[in-house]
């Protein structure tokens, strides 16, 4: 992933975060610790205790927020259905702040492209600096991206289903993923994610290729806009709105368990000492 200054900074703050947390976990060790000293009881029979605190401890700090787009200065070089500059409000977003908005009928929508919100690496001129300036852009395989979310708005009197799209720079192969559940109501800023992982069965295409061979290689994302349920050829333009989209990065947990482990046995010996 292509971060710049200011999402380098954002990583570093939640990092600081995750910190705080693990001192709260080592605290509670610590306390555990002192405990089983006090009755003569820190013998290597304490080990799996001690690896069970900082294990339960772990969850809350595994989620790492890599990047989240606010659009609070701009529309952050966002595309529309057409690979247009996306229209931006300064306000009103999900959290108070920017958004990104579109304007679409449900009968262009079934006569042509789902997509309504575009991420592509290659926007726009003159510097084609990317969307989010590439912060989305890279190996999310590699990488340990495992969530993409994003908050989504619609004015359409009936709900709506929306889904992503996530693509190669050359917008092939590609992953459609969907959200199991009822679709959103209107007029309301409604949360929805997308789990990336080659397991989940909310990913419905890989485009005939398969999970590594698309996510290596993101370079375009896209939201997509459905249509209800009788509104196929409905010619009234309705407004779609998006705010906050972001990769979460989940690390797997196997080499902090090994480092806990060693931890664990490093009290045990500064005590035996």
């Not at 787009?69 to 070089?77: H, I, L, P, V, W």
């Not at 300036?133 to 190996?139: L, S």
């Amino acid at each position: 992933m292509n971060l710049n200054t200011s999402d380098q900074r954002l990583k570093k703050h939640t990092v600081s975060i995750s910190n705080d947390v693990l001192k709260k976990i080592q605290r509670s060790v610590n306390k555990k610790i002192n405990n089983l000293r006090a009755q003569g009881k820190l013998t290597k029979a304490s080990l799996p205790t001690i690896i069970c605190l900082f294990a339960l401890g772990l969850f809350e700090v595994q989620a790492v927020t890599t990047f989240t787009e606010t659009f609070d200065n701009d529309n952050a070089n966002w595309g529309d259905v057409n690979s247009n500059p996306i229209g931006w409000n300064a306000s009103g977003g999900a959290d108070g702040g920017g958004y990104i908005s579109t304007t679409r009928s449900f009968a262009d929508i079934e006569a042509g492209s789902t997509i309504s919100f575009r991420a592509h690496d290659e926007f726009f001129l003159p510097d084609k600096a990317g969307s989010s300036d590439g912060a989305f852009i890279g190996n999310w395989a590699a990488d340990q991206v495992s969530l993409f979310t994003a908050s989504v708005r619609h004015n359409s009197p009936a709900p709506v289903s929306f889904s992503a799209r996530f693509a190669s720079p050359f917008n092939f192969p590609g992953a459609i993923a969907v959200v199991f559940g009822p679709p959103v109501m209107p007029n309301t800023w409604t949360d929805i994610a997308f789990a990336i992982n080659p397991n989940n069965p909310a990913i419905v295409s890989y485009e005939g290729q398969n999970f590594d061979a698309v996510f290596s290689n993101i370079g375009h994302i896209q939201v997509l806009t459905g249509v209800p349920e009788g509104f196929e050829n409905n010619p009234a333009p309705f407004t779609f709105d998006l705010d906050n989209p972001g990769i979460t990065v989940i690390p797997e947990p196997s080499s902090s368990l090994m480092l806990i482990g060693g931890s664990a046995l490093l009290f045990l010996r500064r005590r035996r000492s």
